[in-house]
């Protein structure tokens, strides 16, 4: 494990960490920097970068505009191979375990494999999951998703237990970007319940209340995206949010 990892596990035995989610296609540089800035203030943890289309481009001005802003861990959540940079402090080594299309589960993998050794950036092992409704989202329909359904959530369980006999530490469960509907508390549940993957989980989430079910379902990373680029006051939205990642008691990892 590197030391961003290591980071994030010590500290989440007591609260889960709020990521926010910048997507370079839809903010530039001086928006990434306020944004951070803003984002520091309210108490986030850390900041994701990443988004389906068109992400590639302008990735490294956003990189740097969050780094001007504050001193918040960058993490990649690369949509494929060009979302990769050695500017970022760790990126999510995914595979998008439930895709009809190999190259979403191994192939951009492949490709990406030799660049990510040769940056020399920290990689997290994750398994992402993509759950109703977010076959709809744009991540959904650029990675040939069968979703796993709403009322399925051994579905999610098998496939995150299949990835962590495959040695991977992470599952990422995926509502879609803007979801009307998160990931449901019994799926989140029941993966932490019988796993021991740290466990993320993003798409939908945009109210306190919607936080703290899933933390205390036991999500160990929530990730903000469409509620903070809809603006208006940024610290204020993630303190409200940071505040409902405190655990009732530690979680044993
Ligand atoms: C999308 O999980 C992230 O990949 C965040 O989703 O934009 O709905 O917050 P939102």
Redesign the pocket.
Known sequence: MGPIEVSIKEKMVREALLAI?LDPAKVDRDTSSKISKQAKDGGADLV?I?G?VGAGYGLNDTIKGVKEGSDLPVIL?PGNVDGVSPLADALLFMSLLNSSNPYWIIQAQALAAPVVRRMGIEAIPTAYLIVEPGEK?A?GWVGWVNPIPRSKPEIALAYSMAAELLGIRWV?L??????EK?VPTRTVLLVSENTSLGLI??????SPELVRERVNAGADII???????EGGDIASKVEEMKRETIRTEPKHL
Do not use: Q, R
């Open positions: 989610l994701f990443g389906s959540f989202s991540a990422y995926e509502a879609g970007s803007g979801a998160p989980v993003g798409g939908g989430i945009k990730v903000i995206g469409t509620h903070i680029e």
